[in-house]
């Protein structure tokens, strides 16, 4: 009898873990997305972009990076494809923020996404690596394809609004996390062949990297003049 | 006798009409790319690009946009890898343009060419969203396809010329026209099942708001201070 | 005897030269990449990026052509996916220039880049136009993406690097030089049918235009006032 109780719990545990870590899952990728599309909404806000301009730069941001790596590895369907609801999401982000969105708004809730922004830039990576070495990438692409993933929604948003892109002159380390990280994932995965725990311990290090870059205030060396 | 002359007659019609609307569209199609390619080679000219740079941004307008959503949806052959003679068609334009047009031309024929643009436009969303539904996008997606083509070739000229895109940033309905022609071209489409009166119906409606924006000098809402 | 010796002579040379051959392609491609990268690294030393800037825009002007093409032509793997030890040389080269190089360097880098940079014009040319009739492409299209991976990577450079192209406003024959070019491969190819000629003779062609201009100080005609 005993034991059938400890089994009935056990199933029953079993059977919501994947309820506990796809709402676990959801939570962490819409902190990641959204923090990712705030920044484009902030950009494109100080540019006094119209609906269009606002959506267009919001959308790079969140899937620029994405759709650039699925477009050089030739993989379809984009994730705003598959996922077309975000594109409803986003929108309806736009809309609010135009209408209730006031500027002296914009710093504090730029620092307030530092965190989430480095989350997105761990999750964003994991991904780009995992999907680059799925297509059979060579090590340094899937690397690379990592930091695409995480950094040039940045950077079409900024050239799109006409400004060299900040990932490419802020000298803070940024992409430079998301490369260590996606290394990580590449040794993990050589050595353990976990392709999940690799997946972990790239979100980890590249989180890990920016919060300390964000805290001990790092910044990447000049040009000597 | 006269059932034969009518029969005849009716034949005679029906071969013709390919021929006719054949020619008809055509005309329509070579009105649309060439208001494309003509603001690309006015941005050119304000910019004073050479040769090479006029070209690029003329075939940028005109073609950028359906290039976009072809790599987008992952379709080839490319517009104008079918119709290679729009190729030729624009390198003549462009030099005739540079040999005889003059600065105070510009204005004016900007002006007049608002109305085979706004045609461009819906031709172009319309083209667009069809060729998205048919390679099985969703609903949303499509729309978006269509007002990627009709709007992305201008972004990508501004982009290249320096520029904030001027479809994020004058607050002008354009985008938006195409956006709501696409979700007529869908209801139609879901409604009656026939692609042909939906493309009609996409162009009329974006032609038609474009019209009246045009007409009533409709303004996006900006954002509050 | 004699023709034994000859014979074995002979053998020796034959043998030996695809090694001479390959390492004098190998010099080539090597002149002709270190040259278009240099142009990227220099704009972005320019601009003062940083080390995430100096590689990326680096790569692009290296890379950059050739990977538009690419996408353009729907054709994988990309040749810094082949050939991913270009990567880390690439990588080395940022690192080595941030250390060491001075801006008073600048001007007689760039002098000294010239001719090698007109090589690489016109290999890279030639190798796009060669790909692209490869592929099925018509004449015109092969011919435009030979310019295309001979000038897109500096047109990739200066959209990042927030410039109005130079390709497109400098009023030089460049672009131009790898279009006569490519109608030079076409057109041998035609009467030929050797594509090995036709290649060399696009980039004798290109070069030797592109060399002619920078001698003679050639210029574009610009727009009358």
């Given at each position: 009898?005993?034991?059938?109780v400890t089994?009935r719990?056990?199933h ?10 796809n709402?676990l ?5 819409a902190?990641?997305?959204l ?5 484009g ?5 100080r ?15 969140a ?11 030739d993989?379809r369907p ?12 986003l ?22 996404m ?10 964003f ?14 090590a340094?692409?899937?690397?690379l394809?990592?930091v695409?993933?995480?950094v ?12 060299i ?9 940024y992409?430079?996390?998301?490369f ?24 980890t290090v ?5 919060a300390?870059?964000?805290w ?10």
């Amino acid at each position: 009898m005993g034991a059938k109780v400890t089994e009935r719990l056990y199933h029953c545990l079993m059977s919501s873990m994947p309820l506990w870590t796809n709402h676990l899952n959801l939570l962490i990728e819409a902190a990641a997305v959204l923090a990712f599309a705030l920044s484009g909404l902030l950009a494109a806000a100080r540019k006094s972009l119209d609906a269009v301009g606002v959506f267009t730069v919001t959308f790079l941001a969140a899937f620029g990076g994405g759709t650039l790596r699925d477009l050089l590895l030739d993989q379809r369907p984009f994730f705003w494809v598959e996922h077309v609801h975000w594109l409803w999401v986003l929108m309806g982000l736009c809309m609010t923020a135009m209408l209730f969105m006031r500027h002296r708004h914009f710093e504090p809730t730029e620092r307030a996404m530092q965190w989430p922004d480095a989350l997105g830039l761990g999750l964003f990576a994991a991904a780009g690596v995992s999907k680059a070495l799925h297509t059979g990438s060579p090590a340094l692409v899937a690397v690379l394809m990592g930091v695409v993933t995480g950094v040039f929604g940045g950077v079409l948003r900024d050239v799109v609004c006409n400004e060299i892109p900040s990932a490419f002159r802020d000298h803070k380390p940024y992409a430079i996390c998301a490369f260590v990280g996606g290394w990580a994932y590449v040794g993990w995965w050589w050595i353990t062949g976990s392709a999940g725990q690799a997946l972990m311990v790239c979100v980890t290090v590249t989180f890990g990297l920016r919060a300390l870059a964000l805290w001990r205030n790092w910044s990447l060396p000049a040009w000597k003049a």
